[in-house]
């Protein structure tokens, strides 16, 4: 299988997983007013279970290196097969939250918030199960990073008081919720696997091709309980149904599928790079995700238009403050 041999290399594939986490929601964006995201969201975990198994099939399963995929699944110990369930049904609940608020709040607004907590607790739960990197520079970057998300977050309390905005509290509170849940998953499907040893993973220990393949299994699934219950219960609007997803065109369903897939690129990198990079590093500069989505939501989306000099000059700090942080969270590896 594939294995990331260096820290330079696995920052690269750090990085490609932000740019990938901080655009997947664009592929919702282009469908919203016109395909609910409860519909949308099937066709996204369908395009994140499909980018595992072809990523397991094909990068997991070539070369001399490590165990292939039809092996190591075999092999794997039913309790690290759990906990990447586990944690593939807590993100979903987490993510699905996200994506609300991303249809009613905004991209600006929902990812700073949510996917900033749970950067902040997410390093913090993964440098406690597996302490690799300089703890100061990391911890440094991090609190840089809180800094950038609580001015997005005063930028946007800002704007909203200059134009039209419904129900803002409650799609922050939501972003809060989607933030504290997202933070726990990673370590969930990191204690599966050997993070020491990709070549010659332990006995029992899942590679993270496995790893992800296990953990898109238990989005899927869990979609059965959490986006059935938001179709017949939204949290916003009338109800749908199945029907309506059955009725929506091949083009639509293939935007959720290719938004899925993004996202899935991007975490089946960010696994690969955690053995060389440490969980706390790999999930930290994957979470840079948030400035990739704040940059996406300013500048193409527009979602500040109309925002005065006071929010500019505060969305540029953020900016300014994101970028320092991350460079010390990399620099925290060496």
């Keep these: 299988m594939f294995i990331v041999e260096s820290y330079p290399m696995a920052v690269?594939?750090?990085?490609?997983?932000?740019?990938c986490w901080g655009s997947w929601a664009n592929t919702q964006k282009i469908v919203q007013g016109r395909w609910r995201f409860e519909l949308f969201y099937w066709d996204y975990a369908l395009g994140i279970f499909l980018l595992a198994l072809v990523g397991a099939l094909t990068m997991g399963s070539t070369g001399t290196s490590g165990r292939g995929f039809i092996d190591d699944i075999q092999q794997a110990d039913s309790g690290n097969i759990i906990n990447a369930l586990i944690g593939g049904v807590v993100?979903?609940?987490?993510?699905?939250?996200?994506?609300?608020?991303?249809?009613?709040?905004?991209m600006a607004v929902a990812f700073p918030i949510g996917i900033g907590i749970a950067l902040i607790i997410g390093v913090l739960i993964n440098y406690l199960m597996?302490?690799?990197g300089d703890p100061y520079l990391l911890f440094i970057g991090v609190f840089l990073v809180t800094v950038a998300i609580v001015l997005n977050a005063t930028a946007y309390k800002r704007y909203a008081g200059n134009v039209e905005k419904k129900n803002v509290t409650k799609w922050v509170v939501v972003s809060v919720v989607a933030g504290i849940l997202m933070s726990t998953f990673y370590s969930f499907v990191a204690s599966g696997m050997d993070l020491d040893?990709?070549?010659?993973?332990?006995a029992g220990k899942m590679t993270p091709y496995t790893a992800f393949v296990i953990f898109a299994s238990g989005i899927l699934v869990s979609n059965l309980l959490f986006v059935t219950y938001l179709m017949y219960n939204p949290l916003e609007g009338g109800p749908t149904d199945y029907k309506a997803y059955f009725k929506g065109n091949f083009g639509?369903?293939?935007?959720?599928?290719?938004g899925?897939?993004?996202w899935g690129l991007g975490n089946l990198f960010n696994l690969i790079a955690a053995g060389k990079a440490g969980p706390a590093i790999s999930y930290g500069l994957?979470?840079?995700a948030t400035m990739v989505a704040a940059l996406w939501g300013v500048?193409?989306?527009?979602?500040?238009?109309?925002g005065d000099k006071t929010i500019s000059l505060l969305i540029k700090w953020m900016m300014a403050l994101f970028v320092t942080g991350l460079g010390l969270i990399i620099a925290s590896g060496n």
């Design 130 to 132: 597996h302490s690799k």
């Design 286 to 288: 994957g979470q840079g």
């Design 299 to 306: 500048v193409i989306w527009k979602e500040f238009k109309g």
């Design 252 to 258: 639509t369903h293939i935007i959720g599928i290719i």
């Design 91 to 106: 993100f979903n609940l987490a993510n699905i939250l996200l994506t609300a608020a991303i249809a009613n709040a905004g």
């Design 197 to 202: 040893n990709f070549v010659s993973p332990a």
């Design 260 to 262: 899925g897939s993004i």
């Design 12 to 19: 690269i594939f750090c990085i490609v997983t932000m740019i």
